[in-house]
């Protein structure tokens, strides 16, 4: 599984010959790709900011993964997408993209759709992606890459998706103020019991500007096991 990091929350997950496009934004200071350059088979959306949602129109005719709500609004707004089953998912639910299974995932964060407050994009999610179908047996063989979104801090990941999902890497938000900061993030590190953590959603605004060195202290002071990992923008790791 190939991992490469655009920046904010966008990245791009290569599984087997299948690719994935999670929250396309490259409006963001860390990335100089042409979005325009990529061809996902699919394109992941945990929720409907505009940050989150802003290079979709790139990707029009594309398979949409992302809750009803957030599908029909990309569709009223953005062109023609093939929504994944039809009609997009719902959060607890796993669908398989060629070489990939999805599963979607809780996210505690806000849904106001672009500058609308009083339109909602259904739950904000964060997505679990890997090469094997998740089940009650744990696989030592499948890689697992954990996509956590906008969220805050919940026992979710240590209850539900570090146990039964059983991430090898995750991403998670660690700009502060709008999400998680480094100590918080630092925590949900520890909960998913990961190999790899990176860090992201940060540097894109004032507000959530970050020193890495803070996440990468955080983390190794929780005394776990993962390594905090902060890659350059546009850089890819191979999970």
Not at 79 to 96: C, I
Not at 123 to 142: C, L, N, Y
Not at 196 to 210: K, Q, S
Request: a negative charge; proline letters at 6%; one cysteine or more.
């Amino acid at each position: 599984m190939e991992l490469t990091w655009y920046g904010h929350s966008t990245w791009h997950v290569e599984v087997g010959e299948t690719s994935l496009l999670i929250d396309p934004f490259f409006d963001n200071p860390k990335t100089d790709t042409d979005p325009e350059e990529l061809d996902p088979d699919a394109v992941l959306l945990t929720h409907g900011h505009a940050d989150h949602v802003g290079d979709v129109d790139r990707y029009e005719g594309t398979r949409l993964v992302a809750t009803p709500e957030l599908v029909e609004y990309c569709r009223d707004e953005f062109g023609d997408f093939e929504a994944v089953g039809g009609m997009g998912m719902n959060l607890g639910g796993t669908v398989e993209i060629g070489d990939a299974f999805v599963t979607m995932v809780r996210a505690d964060h806000s849904n106001g759709i672009e500058t609308s407050y009083g339109a909602t994009g259904g739950m904000p999610a964060g997505f679990v992606v890997s090469d094997t179908k998740p089940t009650q047996v744990a696989d030592a063989d499948s890689t697992t890459f954990y996509h956590a979104g906008d969220t805050s801090l919940m026992v979710e990941m240590r209850e539900v998706i570090g146990p039964f999902l059983e991430p090898d890497a995750a991403a998670v938000p660690a700009g502060d103020h709008f999400t998680m900061g480094p100590a918080q993030a630092a925590v949900a590190v520890d909960w998913l019991d990961v190999d790899t953590a990176f860090p992201m959603h940060y540097d894109t605004f004032p507000p959530i500007e970050l020193d890495t060195d803070d996440f990468v202290r955080e983390v190794k002071a929780t005394g776990t096991d993962a390594e905090p990992v902060v890659l350059a923008g546009d850089e890819t790791f191979e999970l």
